[in-house]
């Protein structure tokens, strides 16, 4: 059975910083491009970040740009999202979904995989 599970959530002060896992099971990880979306209350879910299979590829959300960073280890079957300068605006549910192929996508849709999600939360 293909599974993600997604932890590392929490609350954080604005300014902090966060590190989520996403951790596969079930499934070869090298073969799948990875997205972190998330979703706030009342609105659509969004991409934050993708990476390729390989891990060469990557880019981000023009909102957290320069803020945030995924990476991926293949041989732990992990894929991390570290988050900076993290903003009230940053407060969502966050959701890390598998894709099959090399070339990643900032689009929910074309995921076939998802987590369970992790709730980041922004405020003093």
């Known amino acids: 059975q293909l599974q993600l599970v997604e932890s590392g959530g929490g609350l954080v002060q604005p300014g902090g910083s966060l590190s989520l896992s996403c951790a596969a099971s079930g499934f070869t990880l090298d073969r799948y491009s990875i997205g972190w979306f998330r979703q706030a209350p009342g609105k659509e879910r969004v991409g934050v970040s993708w990476i390729s299979s390989s891990g060469d590829l990557r880019d981000y959300a023009d909102s957290v740009k320069g803020r945030f960073t995924i990476a991926r280890d293949n041989a732990k079957t992990t894929v991390y999202l570290h988050m900076n300068s993290l903003e009230p605006e940053d407060t969502a549910v966050y959701y890390c979904?598998?894709?099959?192929?090399?070339?990643?996508?900032?689009?929910?849709?074309?995921?076939?995989?998802w987590g369970q999600g992790t709730q980041v939360t922004v405020s003093s």
């Open positions: 979904a598998a894709q099959r192929g090399p070339m990643p996508s900032p689009w929910p849709y074309e995921y076939d995989y």
